[in-house]
């Protein structure tokens, strides 16, 4: 399956960006457009001005890269903000409305995607809690082609059998531009499908140094032949195309 999904390419790598971020639009963008790589930039479209707070993230947009839903309110686990209202207390129909919501507004900035993918904020795939805990990973599914959640290091998609609606991204902060260079040289050898996940370019946190960033986008560019570097809807948009088809024969 992996030589016709992707065709010369020996794998496919998706940049992926959390939270909208001026620091994105300062230092991860431009050294992207710089060597003609597209990212995948998902956003939680959230506050009194919220319209103003996405108006840059137009022209990214129509530069080509992606915009994805991140949910309105960017709700994660009571255990990482160490109080209540987050997932645990919420359900099916909130955490769906919350998502629906940000998706109008998101549209509003990118109205010519025609498909849509989704990142769990926080990689947390549930709401409730204890033997009420459910996931919402069917809500994404419901909604979208693809959704971003969390896998084990070292491991990637397997685009036979990866399920689309909670596919693995790799998080890389503090990660030397070797490191991250060694992840996808390897796991695309292996006819897989590599996410990174980023948020600060030299931020203040969760972030990746900027000389290890631009090694990786130097590499990719280097390798553009032989790696397939691509927003996330379009590598999920010919995995579910592949699976399709493989299923129909199976069928």
Partial sequence: MAENLWGQFQGAVSLTFDDGTQNQLDRAIPPLDERGLKGTFYIPPRGERWEERLAPWKEVAAAGHEIGNHTLSHICSNNLWGKTGGLEDRSLEEIEADILTAQERLE???????????CYPCYCTFVGRG????????????????????????FANVPAVVDLACFWGQGVELMSGFEMIGIVEELTSRGQWVVLVFHEIDGRR??????????????????????WTAPVVEVARRIEELQRESGEKEG
């Fill in 206 to 227: 969760l972030t990746v140094a900027s000389y290890d960033y631009l090694m990786l986008l130097d590499f990719l560019q280097r390798r553009r032949e032989a790696i």
């Fill in 108 to 118: 509003k900035i990118a109205p010519h995607q025609e498909e849509w993918t989704f």
């Fill in 131 to 154: 033997e009420t805990r459910q996931s919402y990973v069917p809500v994404v599914a419901r909604h979208f082609l693809a959704g971003r959640a969390a896998g084990e290091y070292g």
